[in-house]
């Protein structure tokens, strides 16, 4: 399959439906457009040399800038994303923010004022492990707050993701979907090698036993804010090989279509090269 139909073939499978329920029938381990790992490794690479020449010039033009929302529960791929399909984007004009729980400062503030603050300026792309979605969900399901405040909250985001379009920001959000069954070996994982004992909370067990409440407040949040300006995707994430195709071809693609230029300079080449004359 070529790199266009690929891409034509994710916004059919992966992208959110106006309508429905939107992680109804939809599988962790799917493959669509790709099956084959080795090839996945080769596409993954022609992706990441395009995301690394369209960036060079969202920079150069600076003018407009790209927002990557990354979320899904606890190991499900959010840092290997960024490690493995991002990182094709030059450090000079791209940076990765994680959102925790938030500091008492911004929990004294409304819950989008931490977020504004990091949306990427003009020429930039910004990468957000977790986000304001973390408001609707984990505040939801462990009640954080009221149900009268958080329900308010997905018009509020999608007001907010407006008006960041309006200004030049694109906006794709990715929701990294595995099975609990590969959580649980990603987490056994984590348990048995000592590198990744610094990875491990044993509070994200409580994420996990709430698999369901999680399941049911991202299909809202998916349903909610899957608005024109700022689309959800849903990544099958169990193969991480896929999961890294898929979102350098998605990124790679909104960018194409951005259709970001280098200012037009004029230079009188003949003159500059007189003055470069040895
Ligand atoms: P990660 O689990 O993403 O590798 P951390 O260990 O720092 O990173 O975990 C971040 C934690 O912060 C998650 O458990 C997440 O649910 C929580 N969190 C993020 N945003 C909020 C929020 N707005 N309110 C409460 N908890 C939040």
Known sequence: MSVKRLGAELERA????????PLAGRKSDDTPGCDDKKRAGALLEANRARLEL???????????????VLQGMDTSGKDGAIRHALTA??????????????????RSHDFLWRIHQVVPAAGEVAIFNRSHYEDVLVVRVKELVPRAVWSRRYDAIN???????????????????ISREEQRERLLARVHDPEKHWKFREGDLEDRERWS?????????????????????????????????????????ALERMDPRTPAVTLDVPRLEKRLAP
């Open 14 to 21: 992966l992208r959110v439906r106006p309508k429905g329920a």
């Open 159 to 177: 007001a907010f993701e407006h008006e960041l379009a309006e200004r030049g920001t694109t906006v794709l959000k990715f929701f990294l979907h």
């Open 89 to 106: 984007f030059n450090p000079l004009g791209c940076y990765a923010y994680a959102f925790g729980v938030p500091s008492e400062v911004e």
């Open 213 to 253: 409440e999680f399941r049911a407040a991202y299909s809202d949040a998916l349903a909610r804010c899957n608005t024109a300006w700022a689309p959800w995707y849903v990544i099958p994430a169990d193969r991480k090989w896929y999961r890294d195709l898929a979102i350098s071809q998605i990124v790679a693609d």
């Open 54 to 68: 369209l960036q060079n010039r969202l920079h150069a033009e600076s003018r407009r800038s790209l927002l990557v």
